[in-house]
């Protein structure tokens, strides 16, 4: 399972076109993820004081799009990263951020 933090309106937006994309997979060619034990770092240095936010739990067995797990030198860890949109039927359970 690999997750992803993103807004309940970007989430309803995928979930009308049948596939979730992020403004990074335009700039960076993918889609940012994190590991379970990521995602509090990553809520806290990048979501800090953002409101409605959701975590979407990410099944990778049914990505359409590649995945791969690369390195991050800014906090020095592997991340995954989807080279593409995210079909919404990977996504198997969405959960808010108190859980992190």
């Not at 990778?60 to 800014?74: A, D």
């Amino acid at each position: 399972m690999i997750y992803h933090v993103t807004t309940k309106q970007q989430w309803e937006v995928a979930l009308q076109n049948g596939f979730f994309e992020v403004p990074s997979l335009q700039l960076e060619g993918f889609i940012h993820m994190s590991q379970h034990h990521q995602v509090a770092g990553v809520l806290e240095r990048y979501y800090s004081g953002v409101n409605d936010l959701i975590v979407l739990h990410v099944e990778e067995k049914l990505l359409q799009s590649e995945l791969k797990l690369e390195w991050s030198p800014s906090v020095q860890e592997e991340f995954p990263h989807i080279f593409g949109a995210i079909n919404v039927d990977a996504v198997v359970t969405i959960s808010d951020t108190s859980n992190y």
